[in-house]
């Protein structure tokens, strides 16, 4: 209970009832068939980002190791 608690305080402190109320908004916008395909494409950006992030990460050890190798390769 506690970690929702925290997560509707970052969110603003939003009630249930308004949350309720955005969900319904957002439904009656889009219709129950295009919500999936936007949870999809949702989805499909995130894992984007993170596989991004793992590219970055992975090279900028890559960069770490060669440095590494030229300083010992001057000793």
């Known amino acids: 209970m506690t970690t929702t608690m925290t997560t509707l305080n970052f969110i603003g402190g939003l009630g249930l009832s308004e949350v309720l109320v955005i969900a319904l908004v957002v439904l009656l916008f889009f219709g129950g068939k ?18 991004g992030m793992k590219e970055v990460k992975s090279g900028l050890d890559d960069d770490d190791k060669e ?9």
């Open 34 to 51: 295009k919500i999936p395909e936007l949870m999809k494409g949702l989805g499909k950006g995130v894992r984007s980002f993170k596989d």
């Open 67 to 75: 440095e590494t190798k030229t300083e010992e390769e001057k000793k």
